[in-house]
């Protein structure tokens, strides 16, 4: 029997994108182009209150006095602001419920494994074993559907598209919208702030714990657009809920932009874990195509004995610019980041966190895993401030690179300020390889290249894949495998 | 050197952005007073280095004999930076020396280089093949570069003793090494009103190793930067930076360390590590460790730490009828003991030997 020889992981590493299938179905959009007119047309098409209107037309012009960040450890072309439509939603009436939607949306969600129909999950026609979870489809600029609505009624959580809770639930959003990310805050915030489309809104009631997961899909269809959308999470005291996001996109050779919003709120003792699994198209393995995800995300710890969490499976996009933070305020507050992000082939990806200590016995958690192959870029870049009252406020940061190919690059920037005495700050980083040796005992034991990659890399990750919701966590190894497809040697 | 003429200040200097303060790499240190509080213009006392060693020879950089290692070497030891200060260094630099650590000498050769005041100067530093020299510095204030280059199988050993000082002070040091050449920094700092050193470490050859270690103790309201870039520009070498430091009262340490490994360094193994304690409720530590890698197969590390003086060691000393200063101190000591052992420096620091 001749043996085979054992193949690097490079060699094993070929990417196959599953979600890249365009939808055919009639889009309108607004004509490329951004200014004040195209800002109020937004605000008009979604009939929303004139202060919002207002509020858009504030961040619009406060986008234009900002300039573009330059420091992330990313290398693209100028972004031309004009030539993208900053609205498109399919044709038609939109849908009161599901039965009206489109039945070509219908079966892209279906092909990409979200499951819309209460009925059918609830009747056991589609196999799952675990609890149902409640979706929020986002489909280019507007929300499709939002399933178990009522249960989740019954239980007195708000879990709707951001458009409905503009209508329905316009005190609390004016009461949180932009707190946690203020217009100013960044150059791709306050475009999302001028122009964002829609999104999910949630809101837990005092006490509640949500009875089941919710979940948003987002999906850019349509072409040379850039989704904005906004996500606005409230947990009142006592509450708990676990939020999942998904995201994917049809390959096209044009980058395309999404500057998304995540603004989490904690009052005492509440919890939030939000988790996303995030699979843009990546590009093919030329760069050519691809998103840019430049997205802004941060929860604060408002309340005392609150606890946010962050978990990110990052496989996709071209370049990834993302740092979901924790502000904690409260008193005993808990804030952690969990984050995998993989890069392959022209991937770039600069992303992390930002913990900042206020309140007294603040904690935070940082685990931090890059993993990078082919020609890619993988950056962690991260913050821990410790503010002169955060009396024994405490902080871990483990951030680890595996690097996959002699080709690839990693990088850590974890920035440390410390203004507290009795403030504890530990960071530790290691960079390493998938190394032969390993290859070789796996490879010696009968386990093909893929599998022994797959395995060392999903072993790499476990710590964070632990802290996903089980049928995430399933998902997220998967994608791993289909990601580091070709790249093992 | 002739000092050029001024016509402006801070001068236009094509290709280099002046620094500006909240920006990286002057993110935590106001970099105005380097430019516009020192003064360029005037000549001070400058440092002056000695040796008796047979293997030395020390020049000024207007010696004639000198002119070609100058021409050779001098701003271009380091890949053109885009260092202001190091720019303003090169323009308005009075005194200069080249130091030669010949080949011919077979044992260590000693120089010392004893501070001097307020001055703009510039060093070369070339070590020849299989040379070695020993360098005792002591700084105080001033816009110091220092370039080094180590031969093949070169030696280095570079004692830095920073003396506390009230006034402003930049060290740049460009570190170059060749084959199978050896770099030992122990830097030994005290607060000055604003001290920034800034250390840059070229590996250029391979069997090359690099060590450097520092320890601070920083008292009232005196500030400390220390910037320090190890460059693996090819494979097979080693690095180890570890530096330990104490903030007490309203004292502010920043510590930006980088490793960066170029494309095909394979087979390098480099660590970095920075721990800070504070004792002082107004005290602030920053500290960046950062790896910046591009090539697979490396062993690379990096941690950091801020806290401040475990309780748990404390209590053992005092259970043991020791004082709580005293068991301060012992803790405090052996926590910069842990990086530096030379008695000059343990002196410098305050630290019984």
């Given at each position: ?164 809770a503009v209508e329905s639930h316009p005190d609390l959003l004016r009461q949180y919208l932009g707190k946690v990310v203020p217009i100013r805050d960044n150059f791709y915030s306050a475009l999302n702030s001028a122009v964002f489309s829609d999104g999910s809104f949630v809101y837990i009631p005092k006490g509640v714990r949500c009875p089941m997961e919710l979940s948003t899909y987002f999906r850019i ?262 990601s580091l497809e070709g790249a093992v040697g | 050197m002739k000092p050029r003429e001024i016509r402006e200040f801070p001068p236009n200097i094509p290709g280099i952005e002046i620094p500006r303060a909240r920006k990286d790499p002057w993110r935590y240190t106001t970099p105005e007073p380097f430019i516009n509080e020192f003064s360029y213009g005037l000549s001070n006392s400058p440092s002056t280095p ?41 323009l308005y630099a009075k005194h200069g020396y080249v130091i030669v650590a010949k080949s011919s000498n077979k044992g260590i050769n000693h120089v010392n280089i004893s501070s001097g005041f307020d001055c703009c100067e510039r060093y070369l530093i070339i070590i020849e093949e299989n040379a070695k020299l020993s360098i005792r510095e002591l700084t105080r204030s001033g816009n110091r570069v220092i ?207």
């Amino acid at each position: 029997m001749k043996l085979q020889e054992p193949r690097k992981p490079e060699e094993v590493l070929a990417q196959e994108y599953t979600a890249g299938f365009v939808t055919n179905i009639e889009t309108e959009s607004l004509p490329p182009g951004l200014s004040e007119e195209v800002v109020r047309k937004i605000s008009e098409l979604k009939s929303e209150p004139e202060w919002l209107t207002e509020w858009r037309v504030d961040a619009f012009h406060k986008w234009l006095e900002m300039e573009e960040p330059k420091w992330a450890h990313l290398e693209y072309p100028a972004i031309d602001f004009q030539k993208i439509s900053y609205f498109a939603r399919p044709k038609g009436e939109p849908p009161k419920s599901l039965d009206e939607v489109d039945p070509e949306i219908l079966q892209t969600y279906e092909k990409l494994g979200i499951p819309l129909h209460e009925q059918k999950m609830l009747a056991g026609v589609v196999e799952t074993e675990t609890t149902p979870v409640a979706v929020d489809a986002v489909f280019d600029s507007v929300s499709i559907a939002t399933t178990f609505k009522n249960t989740l009624r019954e239980h007195g959580v708000i879990f709707c598209s951001f458009s409905e809770a503009v209508e329905s639930h316009p005190d609390l959003l004016r009461q949180y919208l932009g707190k946690v990310v203020p217009i100013r805050d960044n150059f791709y915030s306050a475009l999302n702030s001028a122009v964002f489309s829609d999104g999910s809104f949630v809101y837990i009631p005092k006490g509640v714990r949500c009875p089941m997961e919710l979940s948003t899909y987002f999906r850019i269809n349509a072409a040379n657009t850039g989704q904005f959308e906004r996500t606005l999470i409230i947990a009142d005291e006592g509450s708990h809920v676990s939020y999942l996001e998904g995201c994917t996109a049809p390959m096209r050779d044009e980058n395309q932009l999404h500057a998304a919003v995540v603004e989490l709120i904690a009052l005492d003792d509440a919890e939030i874990k939000y988790s996303t699994v995030q699979n843009w198209y990546p590009g093919d393995e030329h760069g050519r195509g691809g998103i840019y995800n430049f997205v802004t995300k941060r929860g604060m710890c408002r309340g005392a004995r609150s606890h946010i969490s962050w978990t990110q499976v990052e496989t996709g996009s071209a370049i990834t610019w993302k740092y979901p933070s924790v502000i904690l305020r409260g008193d005993h507050s808990v804030g952690e980041f969990y984050s995998v992000a993989l890069t392959n082939n022209h991937q770039q990806a600069d992303t992390g966190t930002k913990m900042t200590h206020i309140g007294n016995n603040t904690k935070s958690t940082i685990i931090s895993k890059g993993i990078s192959a082919g020609k890619s870029s993988n950056a962690y870049r991260g913050l821990v401030r410790m503010n002169p009252g955060a009396r024994n406020a405490r902080n871990f940061t483990q951030c680890d690179s595996l690097l996959i190919g002699s080709e690839c690059a990693a990088h850590t920037f974890p920035y440390i300020e410390s203004k507290r005495r009795d403030s504890i700050v530990e960071h530790e980083a290691t960079a390493t390889r998938v190394s032969e040796d390993q290859m070789f005992l796996c490879q010696q034991r009968g386990i093909d290249p893929e599998k022994a990659v797959s395995m060392i890399v999903n072993g790499f990750c476990k710590e964070v894949f632990r802290t996903l919701p089980m049928e995430f966590a399933m998902e997220a190894s998967k994608l791993l495998e289909v990601s580091l497809e070709g790249a093992v040697g | 050197m002739k000092p050029r003429e001024i016509r402006e200040f801070p001068p236009n200097i094509p290709g280099i952005e002046i620094p500006r303060a909240r920006k990286d790499p002057w993110r935590y240190t106001t970099p105005e007073p380097f430019i516009n509080e020192f003064s360029y213009g005037l000549s001070n006392s400058p440092s002056t280095p000695v040796s008796t060693s047979l293997g030395v020879e020390i020049y000024q950089f207007n010696n004639p004999e000198c002119a070609q290692l100058i021409e050779t070497y001098v701003g271009k030891v380091a890949p053109r930076g885009s260092n202001y200060l190091t720019a303003l260094n090169r323009l308005y630099a009075k005194h200069g020396y080249v130091i030669v650590a010949k080949s011919s000498n077979k044992g260590i050769n000693h120089v010392n280089i004893s501070s001097g005041f307020d001055c703009c100067e510039r060093y070369l530093i070339i070590i020849e093949e299989n040379a070695k020299l020993s360098i005792r510095e002591l700084t105080r204030s001033g816009n110091r570069v220092i370039e080094c280059v180590l031969q093949k199988g070169a030696k280095l050993e570079h004692l830095r003793l920073q003396e506390e000082t009230l006034d402003f002070e930049f060290n740049h040091t460009v570190v170059k090494l060749k084959e199978r050449s050896n770099y030992e920094l122990i830097q030994a700092s005290r607060g000055g009103r604003l001290r920034r050193n800034e250390i840059e470490v070229y590996i250029a050859g391979k069997n090359t190793r690099v060590n450097l270690s520092g320890a601070w103790g920083l008292k009232e309201a005196s500030h400390l930067d220390n910037q320090i870039t190890v460059n693996h520009l090819v494979g097979k070498s080693t690095s180890e930076t570890c530096f330990h430091g104490i903030v007490h009262d309203e004292s502010k340490a920043i510590f930006n360390g980088k490793i960066y490994i170029a494309p095909g360094a394979q087979l390098t193994d480099a660590s970095l590590q920075n721990k800070n304690l504070a004792t002082s409720e107004k005290a602030e530590i920053y500290t960046k460790p950062e790896l910046e890698l591009y090539a697979d197969d490396i062993a690379c590390s990096h941690g950091a730490t801020s806290g401040f003086l475990d309780p748990k060691q404390l209590f053992y000393l005092r259970s043991r009828g020791i004082e709580q200063t005293e068991a301060e101190t012992i803790l405090l000591n052996s926590f910069l003991k842990e990086v530096v052992e030379d008695e000059e420096a343990l002196e410098l620091l305050g630290l019984p030997s």
